[in-house]
């Protein structure tokens, strides 16, 4: 390509070619214009606005990635006009931006699950991976995918164009059932133990997490649990039919073959103390969840006869 353009940059004459983007001559003059949603690869966008510079003669600033040069075109790009449109443009970008970084799906999500990731997977056909990924933030995917009310889904960017989310939570259930059923739950690995030992007092769905993640870092958790099957809430609390216990059965045994030991029939305060937990363990960790009904608010609800949904 012929250099015959002749352009004043910021006071020095330099040359390009027809057709060169003002951005392009830039870059390779060695003058940096910041630049967000420019990308060489794709069609241009122009919609950030930080590139802008300023051209003698152009009643406004003008886009260094959207814009060409011409024969005998006078750019700046550091006057104080050009830096502090540039700098407005980044503020309002950053004052709503919700989403453009990472999604809202992830950021609801009490676990922070990656959902573009194990979504992604999923409907690639590739479970298994799928699988992996939602394990690093969600120990019982097939339970969470019946029963999570998905704050995730309230904020899904598809609400905005479809009038409904990515189904987020059935996609998490359907991984966890095809492990389930194909018996694929995921490998285990050989773990490296660091030496130490730690008490979870309480096996509901956040002792069991703890002890996988703890156990992943070589850590031998000891899970004391006053029922005499793990899963706390989840296997008390939430009816069958919603959850059915072979479901939960079949992510705790997985989770536990990492190496964690279970003890039922401990209750702290009856056969178990924290001293003595302090002395045996190297860490104690306390995770009885909340044993208690969550109340309607409605008038009569204490009357003599009327049980919460726990109790009852
Ligand atoms: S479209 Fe919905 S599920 Fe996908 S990344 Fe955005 S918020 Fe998350
Ligand atoms: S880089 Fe976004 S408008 Fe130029």
Redesign the pocket.
């Known amino acids: 390509m012929k250099k015959n353009i002749k352009v004043t940059l910021n006071g020095k004459t330099v040359y390009g070619y027809e057709g060169q983007r003002i951005?392009d001559l830039c870059t390779e003059c060695g003058v940096e214009i910041?630049?967000?949603?420019?990308d060489p690869h794709l069609s241009l966008?122009?919609?950030?606005?930080?590139?802008?510079v300023e051209v003698e003669g152009a009643r406004t600033l003008v886009?260094?990635?959207?814009n060409t040069i011409s024969y005998g075109m006078v750019v700046k790009t550091e006057t104080e006009r050009a830096v502090n449109a540039r700098r407005t443009a980044l503020e309002l970008l950053l004052s709503d931006h919700v989403g453009d970084c990472r999604p809202p799906c992830t950021l609801t999500c009490p676990a922070n699950g990656n959902v573009q990731a194990y979504i992604n997977l999923a409907a690639q056909g590739k479970y298994d991976e799928s699988l992996d990924e939602l394990h690093h933030h969600v120990t019982l995917p097939a339970c969470i995918g019946r029963v999570c009310p998905a704050p995730c889904e309230k904020q899904c960017r598809r609400n905005l164009v479809d009038d409904a989310p990515v189904s987020i939570r059935e996609i998490k259930r359907f991984v966890g059932d095809w492990a389930i059923r194909n018996k694929k739950m995921g490998f285990i690995p050989k773990i490296e133990e660091n030496g130490k030992r730690i008490a979870i007092v309480g096996g509901g769905p956040a002792g069991i997490s703890t002890a996988y993640y703890l156990r992943l870092k070589g850590y031998a958790p000891v899970i004391f649990e006053k029922e005499t099957l793990l899963g706390g809430m989840m296997r008390y609390g939430i009816p069958d039919y919603r959850l059915p216990q072979q479901v939960l059965q079949a992510e705790i045994d997985w989770l536990l073959a990492h190496g964690v030991e279970v003890r039922t029939g401990m209750t702290l305060g009856e056969n178990i103390t924290l001293e003595a937990l302090r002395k045996e363990f190297d860490g104690v960790i306390l995770a009885m969840g909340c044993w208690k009904s969550s109340p309607m608010r409605v008038p009569g609800e204490d009357l003599e006869g009327v049980l919460g949904g726990i109790n009852f």
């Open positions: 951005l910041p630049t967000l949603c420019y966008h122009g919609g950030c606005s930080v590139c802008l886009r260094a990635c959207a």
